[in-house]
Each structure stands twice: as C-alpha cells, then as structure tokens.
C-alpha cells in the first residue's frame, strides 16, 4: 500500500496522536470510538490503539525508538525509567542519580544499614519542615547524588510494580553473614529478579563471632547470585551497619552499577513519577512523598495520581526544607492534594485542575464500565497471546510441600522451555500460598502452580480480587502435563476451586466395621455431602477425596450450615485427629 511510517512511544495521548497524523483531535476521537475506545483528548492510548488509528488515517505505525528498546524486551519487563523517557528529546536526556531501595530477612539489619548510610553521609539539615522522617532521601558520595527508598520491604517492593511503577533502580540485598539465605531473603531475591533490578548484596554482621561469609555466598550461588570474586556478576560487599564498616565500599558498588546502567531523564520533559507514601496530617492535610522521575517538578503545577489530584502548595525536601522545584530522582513531600493516593501509584502533571478533574471523571466511568477482574493471566491464554506475538515467555511462581519435590519440578519444567515460549520461574518454594505469592503473580502476570499444598483463605480472596490464575496439583506429572497442553495450545478449559465451608474436628470416635468418624462443629460457610473434602493439619493437606457420610445428630443429611455440629468419615481415610480442619469444596469450570 506504500503508507508512510510514523513512530510512536508505547503510550501516547489523543492530542500528541492528532498531531503525528496531522488530523483534528475530533476525528481521531471519532475513530477511537468507532473501535470501541472511550476517549477524550488528554487521555493516554497505548500503541496498539494508536497503530489503529494511524492505520485508518493512512500511516503504518512502528514503535519509537525500537532498537534502544530492542535488547530489553526480549529480557521481558521494560525498565519504568526507559519508559518515561522513551517519547522524550535524546539531546535533552542527562544522567540522573540510582534510586535505590533496601530488601532482606527481617532482622538482617536492614533499618540498621539505612540508618548508618543516612547519619554518614546527610548533614542534619534543620527539623523545621514537615518531619524528619520522609520515606526517601539522598545521599552524597563522590559528589553523586544516590536516591534511598525506605521501603517497608519486599511486599511494598512488589506492590509498586503492580501498580506499574518500577521502584528502584538497583536493590540492595541485605543478608547477615551469621544467619545466612533465609526465606525472606530468597522471597527478595524473587522479587528483585522479577522486577528485573541488578542486585547488589550488602554482607552485613560480619563482626560477629560467629559469622560465615563464604558458607553465605555458597547459599547466594545457589539461589542464582555468583559473587563477582568467583566469576559471577554480583558484587557481595562485606559490612557492619552497627560499627559502620563497608559503607563507603555499598556506595561505591551502587555508582559502578549505575553507571553501567546508562539511568537517564529529561528535566524539561513531562513530569511524572512515583508515589512512595501518603498520609493525612491534622494540621495540614494530605502529605504525600513523591518520587520525581522524569521532568521537574515546581510549587503551583497541578498533580494528577490514581482516583485524586491537587495543586501543590508547597514542597519539602527529605531534610524538611522548603523548596521550589525538584528534579528527577529527587524525593519530595508536597501539600495539597485532595486524598490520600496509594504508595506505588504514578503521578503526573496536567496544566490546570479542571483538566485534572476531567481525566479523573473519565477513569472513574472507565473503571465502573470495566469487569470486575481485567488482564488475568491463565495457561488457556497463553497460546493466543504467543500466536499474537504478545508474550514470549511463561511467569511462574511454584510452590511444593517438601524440599524434595521442588528440584525435580523446577528441572521438569526447564525442559519443557526448549521451545519457543521459554518458562521463567520467578519464585520456587516449599510451603502452602500466601498472599505474597498472590502479590508477587500481580506484578509479574505469573501463574502460581501448587503441587500437595493449599491456598490460604486471604490468598484465594487476594487472588479472586485481581485476577491471578491458581492451579493445584498432587501428582507431578498432571502438572508437567498442564503446561505442556499450555504451550502447544491443547488446554482443557480452566477449573476453578471455590471453597463451600470449613469445619474443625472437635472429637475422634472410632466405630467398629465403620471406621473413623469426625465429631465437628461447622465454622464456616456449610458442609455438603456431594462435594470433594479436604483434610488440613498444621497446614498440610493430608487428604483430599470424598465424604463417605455426613450426620447431623443421628440423621444422614445432604448439608451442615454454620454453627452446627456433625459427623463426617471420609471415603477410604481414618487418620482423623481432633483440631484437624475439614475444607467442603467443590470444582467448577470457567469460561
């Protein structure tokens, strides 16, 4: 057909789209609706639906600046950072300072380590601002700004690149040479690796008597980070927060990495960035903590995040120093937005309130009009989406009863990924699911597999909320052969496990020619006779089958609500003991 090429970012708004076409914001507006897209003329579309556009205006859309972008999509997430400044003017692009956040075991000396950095290298500037804590500061080294996140931990890690921001540029992992990798530190580690964020790791307690910084690499290499000493690519910095030794050598480790990381932004582009906290304060207000990434950011612009927005009054710095302006990598306290917006959220500068008012009105109808759980990743969609060039790779988040099982799944599974659609496993452990497998599949659109374990109450509700996929197995070779059908496209619809009640064992009563029976008190929902059952102790499943009988006083009966008490045996299974916990649910088809 011959039609001209334009370039477009990945995101891009009505207005800068009419422009690029040289068409009237009316008429694009015009065909975004005859294409089913709701849009006003500040809204962002992404490129897909700017590609439409331009099609029909007689333009063949290609994505801007393809081959910086090129090398780190095929790595999979792009870099929040390479986003922002992708539709921005690369003579105007300067080096900006790492954004750094600290992850770990708790009691690894993770506060200690921050607290040691900060009272080094920052001057006690005067108390007189808001407060002294910030969530965020900066800290000299070499005449470089390096930015600190004073993240909770991991859980708030992952909970910003749910929300779409990136967090950080680099993670510290803090691991105390006395105690070693522990589960939080391996959780760490999933989520730094899932974000894609070069881990640097701080050795920390090495004054103790009794630490052991080489059996603590050796526990490091096996979870996937080789210290640079032995011919690896992470560098493993030995310190104690405590009598302040190595701090000057963490700094040092983070400005090589950035360096090497090319970390860029505009100051006269479009401000955006990251929401760290907010809270409401009795004498002034909304206070929140921003993060500016890309542009600056000045007393009087009108900012725009999540379901609020409001125009700043005034500005802090981390020392609580009035200021006027901040630029990118610099954290701020700002006065004046209308509600508290969540950690994590993006933020943005729009010219004037009504505006801002305006695109909120519009997000607020988007999401009352949207279903309830968008974007869920499932293995019957992963063919379609691979067949329409959108994925390239499986996310997976596996979770086992015993140490044993866990090897020869993970192996299983990375034969599997000879393929063309490689499986990444983000996270593998022992253990039931929790709500942070739940938080961590969000952010990384994974699906958990569980193999003899169970999901947690607040983790399947967690799940249901946004959508992630949970598949249970007890037997390996079902679950190698799910994700085999799933990446040859030869899925059996998804089952969905819906809990129908729980009732705990109260006594054992054991019947001759009969076999064990349950005395127990419904504590949850009811207990039907026609659905599966499942048995729990100390959090382990021990049997998953069928009610053989259910009596309520002496009288066979098809249900027990809550409240009530009865009698259950299952079907072939008598190690019932008292405190165990009878799960009544049943499976159900989707789609």
Known sequence: MGEKQIEFPVQITVRDLAQRTQASPI?????????????????????????????????????????????????????????????????????????????????????????????????????????????????????????????????????????????????????????????????????????????????????????????????????????DEWDGNTIVVPVSAKQKKGLEDILEAILLVSDSLDIRANPEGKVIGTVIEAQVDKARGVIATLLVQNGTLQTGDTVLTGETCGKIRAMFDFNGKKIKSAGPSTPVQVLGLASVPPAGEIFQVVPNEKEARAILAERQAQKAAAPAVAGKATLEQLFEKFQAGEVRELPLIVKVDVQGSLEPIINSLNDLSKGEIKINVIHAETGNISENDIMLATASKAIVLGFNVSADQAARNLAEQEGVSIRLYDIIYRLLEDIEKALKGMLEPETREVQVGQAQVRAVFKINKVGTIAGCRVIQGEVRRNTRIRLIRNGTALFDGEIASLKHEKDDVKEVRQGFECGISLKGYNDISEGDLLESYIIEKLG
């Open 27 to 227: 008429q694009v507006i015009k065909i975004l609706m005859s294409n089913g897209v709701m849009a006003n003329i500040n809204q962002m579309v992404d490129f897909d639906t700017a590609a439409i556009v331009a099609s029909e205006l007689g333009f063949e859309a290609v994505p801007e600046s393809a081959k910086d972008i090129t090398a780190v999509e095929e790595q999979g997430e792009i870099p929040l950072w390479r986003k922002l400044i992708m539709d921005e003017d690369p003579s105007k692009l300067i080096n900006r300072p790492a954004v750094v956040t600290i992850l770990g075991h708790v009691d690894h000396g993770k506060t200690t380590l921050l607290d040691a950095i900060r009272h080094t290298n920052v001057a006690s500037g005067e108390a007189g601002g808001i407060t002294q804590h910030i969530g965020a500061y900066q800290v000299m080294q070499k005449g470089r700004l390096i930015t600190f996140l004073d993240t909770p931990g991991h859980a708030a890690f992952t909970a910003m690149r749910a929300r779409g921001a990136q967090g950080a540029d680099i993670v510290i992992l803090v691991v105390a040479a006395d105690d070693g990798v522990m589960p939080q530190t391996r959780e760490a580690i999933a989520h730094a690796k899932a974000a894609r964020v070069p881990i640097i790791v701080a050795l920390n307690k090495i004054d103790k008597a009794d630490a052991n910084p080489d059996f603590v690499k050796h526990q490091l290499a096996e979870n996937g980070l080789v210290p």
